[in-house]
């Protein structure tokens, strides 16, 4: 499809088409994208995204820029703002953090008055998120990481212990939400001790607002969270970038003036309306779409059970998320299971799982799945036991993941076409396509 270009490009130029070519076919056509932390946009979010904007500054609020130009830009970023905020019922939203990582670190540096203090976080091998560690930006801000107790069977946050743990070292923040994350972390639980100490809870949403926005799983804000922070590209389905929303106006002002010019200087202007877009896919088809996502997951989790993989969180029902992990020490761990299952062109990550240690991380003894893509290209939970079953015949029969991947990408065929989105007819793009050129 790209050959014709060939004799146009310098050679290296070609290299790098049909890198991201090769790309696009493989991740878009031919594989089962099961990375939790990971979505694919639709049509309509990549049309609005692969726009000028993408060249653009615009320091500063809108309507009150450090640059000329903006006079559209203003007014999206308002609109979308606007959007985001109506989907989450929240009274306050900042969209300029361009990474779940950026607004963490924003978020952070507001409510430590600039960094030090004490932070609770989930363990690492629980779900914490390395922007959540000494390692990410809460070390960087010099703010102490101290580990939640973590009830490795319920896999889940030891309410009672935590509660205790809070009224005793009484620190300045606890982190809730996580990376490897299956059931909803007890948020209204803690709230009440967090603001007894005079503290501040901070929701991480990266992996679920996608989740959220379709009214399942968590509803964070309402629950006693005083500020959520996000990525707008795991379960919502958005370009990569991150988020910010509260309903307190002291932190929204704080947050306001540290984001720019502490975090970013340019915001990646062409991701507003992109995301803004993503918010009403949500608002329009979230239901349904999260929905379903935790029926794949829950399908998805069973049939690897019944074919007697270990799957965690079996106490509990396996997951109420998007995510599904499982402990695979007895196949030689998370990595060379995730490179088998490549070359069968099924694309998960390794992850660490209770009882993993911190020098563990390389080789982690889990996998960590989620259903929010094969969710999007339309599939169910039918299709969920054939995926299981895949996974059997590649890890527990040992047949050779080409053969394996063969089928998988004939079976990947069925589904090219990207579900909760608004349809449009097929030549909708046509014109819109030629704008980019238009100069
Ligand atoms: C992915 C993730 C982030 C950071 O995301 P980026 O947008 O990649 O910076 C933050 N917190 C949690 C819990 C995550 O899973």
């Known amino acids: 499809m790209i050959e014709g270009l060939r004799s146009f490009l310098p050679e290296d130029a070609y290299r790098v088409v049909e890198l991201t070519y090769l790309h696009n076919k493989w991740r878009k056509t031919e594989t089962l994208n099961m990375i939790p932390s990971e979505n694919v946009t639709s049509p309509l979010v990549d049309m609005v995204y692969m726009s000028d904007m993408m060249h653009r500054y615009a320091e500063g609020m809108p309507f009150k820029r450090f640059y000329q130009g903006n006079i559209y830009v203003d007014q999206l970023e308002v609109l ?6 109506d989907l989450f019922k929240a009274k306050y939203v900042d969209l300029r953090p361009i990474s779940g990582t950026i607004a963490n670190g924003a978020a952070f540096h507001v409510l430590t008055g600039g960094g030090g203090g004490k932070a609770l976080v989930a363990p690492v091998y629980a779900g914490s998120h390395v922007s959540h560690t000494k390692y990410g930006i809460l070390g960087a801000l010099r703010i102490e990481e101290i580990p939640l107790p973590f009830d490795a069977e319920e896999m889940n946050i030891d309410v009672d212990k935590a509660v205790r743990q809070i009224r005793e070292i009484k620190p300045d923040l606890v982190i809730l939400g996580g990376s490897v994350y299956l059931f909803p972390h007890p948020v209204s639980e803690l ?14 949403a990266a992996h679920v607002l996608g989740l959220i926005a379709g009214g399942k799983f968590h509803d964070p804000l309402r629950e006693g969270a005083h500020i959520v922070t996000s990525s707008t590209h795991k ?5 990569q970038g991150g988020l910010m929303m509260t309903n307190d106006e002291k932190i929204y002002k704080k947050f306001k003036k540290v984001i720019f010019p502490v975090f970013v200087s340019n915001h990646h202007l062409h991701r507003l309306g992109a995301t803004a877009i993503t918010a009403l896919e949500m608002k329009y088809f979230g239901k349904e779409y999260a929905e379903q996502t935790i029926r794949n997951a829950k399908a998805l989790a069973e049939h690897l059970h019944t074919y007697g993989f270990k799957v965690l969180g079996e106490k509990r029902g396996f997951t109420e998320s998007h995510q599904v992990v499982l402990d695979v020490r007895e196949f030689g761990g998370g990595a060379p299971v995730a490179e088998l299952l490549e070359r069968a062109n099924i694309i998960t990550n390794k992850n660490m799982i209770p009882g993993d240690t911190p020098e563990m991380v390389k080789r982690p003894s889990g996998l960590r799945l989620g259903t929010q893509e094969l969710t999007r290209w339309g599939m169910k939970e039918r299709e969920m036991e054939q995926v299981a079953e895949f996974f059997k015949r590649i890890i527990i029969d040992k047949e050779p993941p080409d053969k394996v991947g063969a089928e998988v990408k004939e079976f990947r065929k069925q589904f090219l076409k990207i579900h909760y989105t608004f349809e449009l007819p097929d030549d909708a793009f046509r014109e ?6 238009l100069y």
Do not use: C, M, R, W
């Open 432 to 437: 819109f396509e030629k704008l980019p050129l």
């Open 80 to 85: 979308a703002s606007k959007i985001v905020a």
């Open 235 to 239: 379960t919502f389905p958005g370009p």
């Open 191 to 204: 709230s009440e001790a967090v603001e007894e100490v005079d503290g501040k809870l901070l929701y991480d």
